[in-house]
């Protein structure tokens, strides 16, 4: 397999070894790259930089700009007046192609953390002063997932289990130099743990300020930074699940906040969980409610496959595996009446819909099937002759023609189209599909949980 050469200029080089494990900060580090990563194989970038003239950019020069340079008696490949210089995302998309686009955004956020760090200092705080920094009259900014959390604006009362709880609920801020918010995040003291939560961002940038801290503090963190991965940490760069409990002082209040990862209160254990106990789940509340309310134990469910929260209606039960997954991992047959994992189906055009392949072909309803494909089949034939009855009416042959057989004298005043169709055509009848409470309830629930 073919590489190209990259060459680096040494401030760009020190910036990058700084975020070695960078997948794209490698392969500038490696000092080549594989012909089948490049966006453009036809085009050349090359001697990449970085830019003293535009804090926070990447410079290049593209293959005419190098002509230029070796055309020249001193070949000066760094000379300002030829480089190209661009944001790092906006270079990167010139020069590889990644169809996970994450990857190019990670990498963007890292250096520019590095390259154009905001003023700003992080801090612990408790009780009062998380009400204080959780409302939005605080943030710098009415912008990213900080300026679109469902608990920017509620009311102090919301909050009491944090104040209440200060020995084992704290929360990490990020401020700029006049004492705004830039970001939070929840951290959960435990009796021999410390985690910090989803973090809350007014501009991504800032998410690698709160893991430099969790590495100097020694703390757990989330695998994605999301409400879905409560059991999906992180500790010491190494990927862990974990069901972890916190215990609360006090636990009894009229109102509760929107909870990410520690969902599952048990106010007379005066316990918190970031799972589901299964010998105490009836006495469980879900803090999954921008509105201050709890919900009962079973509203969201673990996925047997991704580990993944979901709630209990975008969840499904597959009897053939025994395991309840999130529905967005499966696919509905309805010639079979059921949900098939992804991987176990394929759709078959004769019927258009999915049933199980080879590995469950002992799980499909061959006689339903094929009494499926029947019934498309009719469908087709009855189109077929629709389509062809349609033709000739449209064709307005006045001379003697014939449909079915029979033959049809001059035509001295066409029909309409409606009475042409209700008089020559079978009726066509189209599938119903019943939908049904839990389905309904999907886009219901989908703005269950967006905080």
Not at 87 to 116: C, Q, W, Y
Not at 420 to 437: G, L, N, Q
């Amino acid at each position: 397999m073919s590489k190209r050469k990259i060459i680096i200029d040494n401030s760009l080089k020190d910036i990058l070894l700084k975020i070695k494990n960078d997948t794209i900060a490698s392969i500038f580090l490696a000092g080549e790259v594989e012909e089948e990563l490049l966006a453009h194989p036809e085009k050349e970038f090359d001697y990449f930089g970085l830019s003293h003239a535009n804090k926070g950019h990447i410079s290049y020069l593209t293959k005419e700009k190098i002509e230029k340079v070796e055309a020249e008696e001193v070949k000066d490949y760094w000379r300002p007046k030829y480089r190209y210089t661009a944001r790092p995302g906006s270079v990167i998309k010139k020069f590889l192609n990644f169809e996970d686009h994450r990857i190019i955004e990670s990498f963007s956020t890292s250096f520019l953390s590095l390259v154009d760090p905001p003023n700003y200092r992080m801090e612990v705080v408790k009780g009062e002063d998380i009400i204080t920094y959780y409302h939005h009259a605080n943030y710098s900014q009415q912008s990213g997932s900080l300026g679109g959390s469902c608990m920017k604006g509620s009311p102090a009362h919301f909050f009491d289990i944090y104040k209440k709880n200060e020995d084992t609920i704290n929360m990490l801020v990020m401020f700029d130099q006049h004492n705004k918010v830039m970001g939070r995040s929840l951290v959960w003291i435990g009796k021999d743990f410390k985690l910090m939560d989803r973090i809350y961002v007014t501009n991504d940038l800032y998410l690698s300020y709160f893991y430099n801290w969790v590495s100097e503090n020694d703390c757990i963190y989330k695998e994605h930074n999301n409400w879905m991965s409560p059991k999906q940490l992180m500790y010491r760069g190494e990927k862990i699940a974990k069901d972890l409990t916190i215990e609360l002082k006090d636990t009894i209040f009229d109102t509760y906040p929107y909870l990410d990862t520690f969902k599952w209160l048990d106010k007379d254990l005066k316990k918190i969980h970031n799972f589901i106990p299964e010998d105490r789940k009836e006495n469980l509340k879900v803090l999954g409610d921008h509105m201050g309310r709890t919900f009962p134990f079973d509203t969201f469910t673990f996925c047997q496959i991704s580990n993944q929260l979901c709630t209990a209606y975008d969840s499904t039960y597959l009897d053939y595996l025994g395991l309840r997954v999130a529905r967005n991992l499966t696919q509905r047959s309805y010639v079979l009446g059921t949900f098939i994992l992804r991987e176990h189906a394929i759709h078959v055009e004769e019927i258009g819909d999915y049933i199980f392949n080879e590995k469950y072909d002992h799980l499909n309803n061959k006689e339903a099937i094929d009494k499926r494909k029947l019934e498309q089949e009719e469908k087709r034939k009855r189109g077929t002759k629709l389509k062809e009855e349609l033709e000739w009416y449209e064709s307005g042959s006045s001379g003697g023609s014939s449909v079915d057989g029979v033959f049809i004298g001059e035509l001295t005043q066409q029909p309409s189209y409606s009475e042409y169709v209700a008089e020559h055509s079978d009726p066509i009848t189209v599938d119903t599909v019943t939908i049904t409470d839990d389905e309904w309830m999907d886009s219901v629930s989908e703005g269950l949980t967006n905080c």
